[in-house]
């Protein structure tokens, strides 16, 4: 492997270097912060990385991150994969605030729905090990919104690329001792991507199939959005603090070509407010109490697609089409004492999630509404403790315990489940982590730990029975209302080694799923598959490694490598949707002044394949980016062309699973450029 011997050189080259560090930069203080302030189960994004790239959302973004991918459907709205866990196996969170996306089919994945602009760093924990929320059994995503600094300050930011794709966005805020405010706006806007081969993603369906975009659509918006957001912060007394926030994000014109249809709008309300207690039990202890409430409105139909083309029984501008609402709300409790030599933090938590929505297709029935996720409710109340505390200089021991009780209800009635139909179940979560620093440099990491999660509304009770219309929806999909909550047994492993000028690290997990819920087909006697969600077991195994080090003369390097492989050990075949080995390498200049960057993204071919949900393979890729900076006092400009070599790839997430399987897979974009000024004050 290519890869590993370009660690291998950076590794060598490490261990030769002694010579004095230079001045304190932005570089050298990401090695020490991974190095020294990150635990070895954690990651973060910081929004220094993000405003060099061309990323189009958070995803994107996060798609750097060592055991991070990401689900491409479009041009935009691509969804987190951690270690080969993704939709409900992981918590996808904002300010510790839960956050679902409307559509069934995913298309608003959850961090679709805040921009960049909002936010001032994404947290990653690998692995069931954060205690305070329920589910997150692969693990979690939290993004954290920004803070207003003291005294006046403004930020504007605008990038322009390729597919005259713009980024803009302009904050502004006032920070005073006893209160703060900050306000910002967003807007994305982007044409159709052209991918290697020089052709739209709009154009990826033979003329033939029904799922091509009309003439008038090909060339198209791929997105246009617009965010706004304002944040209010009072501190009633030195030690306490109250918080409110909002946003309101109008997602218009989103195309996807991954699915059978696009997104007319998606409306998105958040809600979040927080108090904060500090300074309690001499100095240490703290108490925080939040509530939240968001809601996401979101309609997707066929009218750009030939499907919609009118016809006999096509009597509207669609042949279908899905208007779906999901509202969650949720109040937290959580305080920090001081306690022996260490901290118990224990809390409780609440939240229901409901979630509707009703598809209308043309068919022998004309159009008659069916309740496709039967507006259903769920509730979870939880309870959790944690200890954490150093045995001796260089050990510390932190553990706990959460336990769940959440039910799920029917509002309406479908072929799956009547009106009324109540499920309950009960979980229970708990970890023990260990990190050993033998000296200052060196780090080890070991955690065990169980985690749940419960299945969703769509998971328990999604109809879309077949129309026999077209051969595309030649497929009875039902959800499972007796199905189980998964429970994952993990069992992980990591090490670390850092100076101020290096930094390496790598980590194992083991992760054995109980009750993992699986989407399978089957053949039936006639030309219908029938699609359902079924419990099974199943193993994910993985590994994470990651080089970061300061070179001679301003040069940086990184390089990184991840892998995932899923066994659906009840199906002896491979589990579905699971991420190839990815890696990649870079080599940076950067005085503080000027920067310039060339990264390689490499992927191996995945040939593991899940029959039964007729997976095919995909090839192995690599590709080349390149970036440049120029920084001065509070103004940044950025430059950059990515996949310098044009080529024609896609990622082994790039194409939609049966129930909805189009059959083609949405390539990454070719050869683009991008260029982004900065501002900040
Ligand atoms: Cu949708």
Known sequence: MKLTKTTAILLVLAAGLNAPAPAQNLMLDEIVVRGQKEKLNQENLTMREVGESSAKDIGEALAQVEGVNIVRKGAIANDVVLRGFQKDNINVLVDGARLHGACPNRMDSPAFHYDFAQIEKVEIIKGPYDLANPGGMGGAVNAVSKKPARGLGAGLNLTYGSYDSVNASAIGSYGAESFDALAGYAYKYSRAPESGDGRRITEIYPATSGNRYKDSAVNSR???????????????????????????????????????????????????????????????????????WNKVDHLMDDRYRASSTPSGMVTREYSMRTIAVTDTSGAKLQGDLPLGDGTLRAGADYYRRNWDAVNRRAMASAYAPLNMIPDADIDNAGVFAEYERPVSDRLTLKGGARGDFASAETGTANTVAAAGTEKDYTEISANAQLTYKPSERLEFFAGLARGARLPDQKELFVSIPNTGVTPTTNKNTFGNPGLDPTINHEADLGAKYSTEKFYVNASVFYSDLRNYINLAGYESAGPVRNITFENVDAVILGAEAGAQLSLPANLYARASLSYARGENTSGDRPLSEMPPLKGSASLRYDDGTLMLEAVEQLAARQTRVDSSLQEAKTAGWGVTDLKAG??????????????????????????????????LKVPESGRNFYVTAAVRF
């Not at 430059?639 to 189009?662: E, I």
């Open 222 to 292: 791929a997105y246009e959005i617009n965010t706004g957001w304002g944040k209010l912060g009072v501190n009633p007394t030195a030690d306490s603090r109250a918080e409110f926030y909002y946003s309101y994000q109008d997602a218009d014109h989103v195309l996807y070509p991954y699915l059978l249809m696009d997104a007319e709008y998606d409306r998105t309300n958040l809600f979040n407010a927080s108090y904060r207690l500090a300074n309690l039990a001499n100095g240490d202890g703290q108490l925080r109490a939040q509530l939240y």
């Open 630 to 663: 120029y920084t001065r006092g509070d103004f940044s400009l950025y430059a950059g062309v990515n996949n310098l070599f044009d080529k024609y790839y896609y990622t082994h997430l790039s194409y939609l699973r049966d129930p909805f399987a189009s059959g």
